[in-house]
């Protein structure tokens, strides 16, 4: 259990900024059919100092679900590469011992307090919309009634996807981990361990917390509702490594929205390790970067499309510290 819900803790710790502007809809022709088979994906963005260089492959999610990903550039780059830096993140360290001590905290961690339901807790307009959506994609789920609505929207979104064709691209990611042990590449952590001797306390005030999360499950509704062409489309354009088409996408999700339920919720503001946790993230990259740039000829990343495209872009960062950064053709 505890393996299972402290990633649902990490809610807390956005690893990347959503991006805020307006999803323009897809083009009348647009091409809603998912890819299928073997695909490149994107190319690489090459960041350099001097003849150093930093190469950082773009992530996207969902994905078309039978679409196998193949890269040679990313293979023949990655093979080549000294230093591997790991996606920016922020995560709980938590040894066994203390893992058995904080289970009776994480029981019931996803429920509203005091026995709510989810009608008891959306306006009603918002509850209307979330029936024949819970009914088309999670079925006869009763339980799912006594959840926050952060985390009833979760389970939606990913039913969602599956039904859809499209799934969340861990694939790509295990396949870098593949070619990293294989040419045993040295494996660079950028991320940022957070302090737990609190854990247990910020997980019993979490319990008993409301939260402002009716803006992330209204946010999750709109995206089944009316975003899933577009959300092929932006998958095949990833899929295709069309880059023109890309760039010219926004890539909005209901992920700030239900950040901001969390970061700002009342509990979080009595544990200063739970703040600012965008801002360490994003510093504690950078300085790996700086580092892996100093030290290597050639070095490898991954970051999120929202990370290279959003309005908080880790590659404007690298710009404004002095860095060269090519987009790739």
């Not at 023949?76 to 922020?90: H, N, V």
């Not at 045993?184 to 306390?201: F, M, Q, R, Y």
């Not at 899929?239 to 901001?260: F, H, M, R, T, W």
Request: proline fraction near 6%; aromatic fraction near 8%; charged fraction near 25%.
């Amino acid at each position: 259990m505890l393996k299972r819900l402290l990633p649902t803790l990490c809610l807390l710790l956005p690893l990347s900024a959503a991006l805020a502007q307006e999803e323009a809809p897809p083009p009348a022709d647009a091409e809603t059919v998912l890819l299928v088979g073997q695909r490149p994906g994107p190319g690489l963005w090459k960041v350099s100092k001097g003849d150093h260089v930093l190469w950082i492959f773009g992530t996207y999610s969902p994905l078309p679900d039978k679409m196998e990903w193949r890269s040679q550039q990313v293979e023949s780059i990655l093979a080549q590469s000294q230093e591997y830096l790991t996606p920016p993140r922020a995560q709980f360290k938590v040894g066994f011992f203390k893992g058995i001590t904080m289970l009776p905290t994480l029981i019931g961690i996803e429920k509203n307090p005091d026995g709510a339901t989810l009608q008891d807790v959306l306006p009603a307009d918002i509850y209307a919309r979330w029936q024949p959506l819970k009914t088309k994609y999670l079925g006869k789920n009763n339980g799912i009634e006594r959840e926050r609505p952060i985390f009833a929207a979760q389970k939606l979104y990913e039913a969602g996807l599956k039904q859809s064709g499209l799934t969340r691209g861990y694939a790509v990611d295990k396949k870098i981990d593949d070619i990293v042990k294989q040419h045993k590449i040295k494996v660079t952590d950028t991320g940022i361990k957070l302090d737990t001797s609190n854990a247990s306390e910020a997980l019993g005030e979490f319990k008993k917390a409301q939260l402002a999360d009716t803006a992330c499950f209204t946010r999750t509704l709109d995206r089944l509702d009316a975003d899933l062409d577009a959300m092929r489309v932006r998958a095949n354009a990833w899929a295709k490594g069309d880059i023109e088409v890309i760039q010219n996408l926004s890539y909005p999700d209901q992920k700030a929205a239900c950040d901001d339920a969390m970061l700002n919720a009342e509990f979080v503001k009595k544990h200063p390790e739970l703040q600012n946790v965008k801002e360490r993230v994003q510093t504690a990259w950078l300085a790996a970067v700086d580092k892996a740039l100093d030290s290597n000829a050639t070095s490898f990343a991954m970051l999120n499309m929202s990370d290279i495209l959003g309005n908080s872009s880790y590659l404007n960062a690298l710009k404004a510290k002095g860095y060269e950064v090519v987009s790739p053709d």
